[in-house]
T-cell receptor, first 114, second 111 residues
């Protein structure tokens, strides 16, 4: 089954404790992206990657890091989480064939930073 | 630059009545537009997409949307709401690498 998976699905942590949220896709997509969802704001892009070793900032990259060492994986790293990073996070992937290709989303990771 | 504006943050309808969710877009070129649905505690699912092949686009679960260039709109409709349509709906515009999401419209369906 074609899918995007994220782990963990739920995470409660404390301020300053480094964490990584993993994302993996099995569709051989070149493009992957991370979003955060906050009430009333829709989804905002954090980082995206056009291919292995190619990443770029989205609209809200502060406080986040990413890496793309393999085509299928795109982990999101919070080196020193803060309470304002409490949010629902989605990973997505798509084929780079053109702007009419839709993105496929993972199930989401709900992060709480206390 | 591209952006979308969803004109209603909340829509409440009775079961069996029509649903209308409004979306206006802003783009310097012919846009690619999508509607996604998010059910409670679920991920995002694609309802339909506009690819310039036809202005009236049919999607899953009886939804459709009409692209109107003169009004810069891409409104989502369904003739008869079902209880299972209660969810949050996002209008989205896209270029090759960036999606721009509207703030979302929450749909409530009354029995």
């Amino acid at each position: 089954e074609a899918q995007v998976t994220q782990n963990p699905r739920y995470l409660i942590t404390v301020t300053g404790k480094k964490l990584t949220v993993t994302c993996s896709q099995n569709m051989n997509h070149e493009y992957m992206s991370w979003y955060r969802q906050d009430p009333g704001l829709g989804l905002r892009q954090i980082y995206y990657s056009m291919n292995v070793e190619v990443t770029d900032k989205g609209d809200v990259p502060e406080g986040y890091k990413v890496s793309r060492k393999e085509k299928r994986n795109f982990p999101l790293i919070l080196e020193s989480p803060s309470p304002n990073q409490t949010s629902l996070y989605f990973c997505a992937s798509k084929d780079l064939g053109g702007r009419f290709y839709e993105q496929y989303f993972g199930p989401g990771t709900r992060l709480t930073v206390t | 630059a591209q952006s979308v504006t969803q004109l209603d943050s909340h829509v409440s309808v009775s079961e069996g009545t029509p649903v209308l969710l409004r979306c206006n877009y802003s783009s310097s070129y012919s846009p690619s537009l999508f509607w996604y649905v998010q059910h409670p505690n679920k991920g995002l699912q694609l309802l339909l997409k506009y690819t310039s092949a036809a202005t009236l686009v049919k999607g899953i679960n009886g939804f459709e949307a009409e692209f109107k260039k003169s009004e810069t709109s891409f409104h989502l409709t369904k003739p008869s709401a079902h209880m299972s349509d209660a969810a949050e709906y996002f209008c989205v515009s896209s270029n090759d690498y960036k999606l721009s999401f509207g703030a979302g419209t929450t749909v409530t369906v009354r029995a």
